[in-house]
């Protein structure tokens, strides 16, 4: 059995996803992290439990006997081949990362910043979130940074630790526009996380800073 | 005065051994048989709750919420052998639908690219402990039964984000009040549905 996450996302963050107005990008973040949080799926299943009610509740608007017949002209139809995500072997990465990568970890490109870290970016089809995996070497800094809006990180493996505390697998982070901080990498293993923008990092150190117009924000 | 509330519905509040849960059989008929005649049963309740779902957000023109219809009751036909009634109430399971059919429809509108459809993050049904599943046909009934009772502040705010699909902060500046007291009625509302929630 793998350790449970200890930090989830907040109940805001749960209902926009239930409801489904959550962005792609976020939307599949959250998913990554519920996909091996017992606790957090039986909080969608019982959210999902409102929208039932109040789908429940509306005042009906009529539909024509048109609208009946041609549903079942074509009940008759193949359904549409659907996606399904092949059995996982616990512990083993979240199904809609595997399939955003499409391969391994060393199949992506990265970019490297400085020593210890790496990024390589996703495509998720979000225009306006940018979906990237961070690398961080055992040990390593990520140098210190700013979030002009705001940003999702989820702990894929090893773990990494800022001024607020330390986050292991799994765990689910979420901060606002303002918040300042250098993570580091646990000294034990190297951290891999996904981490969801909504505006380009802005980095402080003067090492760094030169390359802050260079780092654009990469939705797509 | 004796009010007379009693809409003779799939997921009344009766006891759920008592309870004669239509969508929940219509469903397994169509599963089980094909049965037409049980899918136009679903289609009368159900189309017109998805009309009024699919307008609700004034997302969607007239024509792409009798397109919406059709898309989510279709989906209801072909997927009903997914669906089981001890992990959820057929409104529920039926309100995913649309939800997601509605996600993507919208995100075809704004002509997004991409591979993932809203279902991609729909939960694997799992077989977990029994008491949970317990726990969820027992709360199930009484968020139902709860939501009568919501103030309707914070009955607006819940309906706003959940049928009219509209962010926190939507609705927010639908209504004129700053993000926390809309952060604050959605917090006050799941306490009330006594949907357990620890963070």
């Known amino acids: 059995m793998s350790q449970m996450p200890r930090l989830h996302p907040d109940l805001d963050i749960m209902m926009e996803y239930s409801a489904g107005t959550l962005p792609l990008a976020q939307s ?11 606790q957090c799926r039986q909080l969608v299943a019982e959210l999902s439990d409102v929208g039932g009610a109040l789908l429940a509740g509306l005042d009906p608007v009529p539909v024509g006997d048109s609208q009946l017949d041609a549903v079942l002209a074509r009940l008759d139809e193949e359904p549409p081949l659907q996606y399904s995500a092949p059995a996982r072997a616990p512990d083993s990465l979240p ?12 199949d992506l490109s990265w970019k490297s910043i400085g020593k210890s870290l790496r990024i390589s970016y996703l495509s998720t089809g979000d225009t306006q979130h940018e979906f990237a995996l961070y690398h961080i070497k055992a ?3 990520v140098p210190e940074h700013d979030h002009c809006g705001s940003e999702m990180t989820l702990v894929l493996e090893g773990g990494f630790s800022d001024a607020e505390g330390s986050y292991h697998k799994g765990d689910f982070i979420f901060r606002r526009p303002g918040d300042v901080h250098s993570p580091t990498a646990l000294q034990s293993e190297d951290c891999i996380c996904v981490a969801v923008l909504d505006a380009p990092l802005k980095f402080m150190g003067w090492k760094f800073r030169w390359m802050n117009p260079f780092f654009k924000l990469r939705a797509s | 005065m004796l009010a007379v509330n009693c809409r003779v519905d799939g997921d009344a509040g009766a006891p759920s051994s008592a309870r004669k849960d239509e969508w929940s059989e219509c469903l397994g008929r169509i599963a089980q048989d094909q049965d037409r005649a049980a899918f136009t049963r679903l289609f009368r309740h159900f189309a017109p709750l998805m009309k009024a779902f699919a307008l609700s ?8 919420a009798d397109e919406l219809v059709q898309e989510v009751m279709l989906k209801v036909w072909q997927k009903a052998g997914a669906f089981d009634p001890e992990k959820a109430a057929a409104n529920t399971w039926i309100y995913t639908i649309a939800r997601n059919c509605r996600t993507d429809m919208y995100r075809r509108l704004q002509k997004f690219d991409t591979a993932i459809s809203a279902e991609d993050f729909d939960l694997e049904e799992e077989s977990e402990e029994a008491f949970v599943v317990l726990h969820q046909h027992r709360n199930r009934h009484r968020v139902r039964e709860l939501m009568q009772d919501l103030p309707p502040d914070q009955a607006q705010v819940v309906a706003k984000v959940y049928m009219e699909g509209k962010s926190h902060s939507e609705v927010a500046s639908e209504l004129d009040l700053p993000l926390g007291t809309v952060k ?8 009330k549905l006594q949907i357990q929630f620890e963070r």
């Open chain 1, 28 to 38: 599949a973040c959250v998913f990554a992290h519920i996909e091996n949080c017992a």
């Open chain 1, 95 to 106: 199904a809609v990362l595997q399939r955003l990568m499409r391969g391994d970890f060393s």
């Open chain 1, 139 to 141: 040990g390593g800094r």
């Open chain 2, 57 to 64: 957000g004034s997302k969607f023109s007239a024509i792409h």
């Open chain 2, 184 to 191: 604050s009625r959605v917090r006050l509302a799941i306490q």
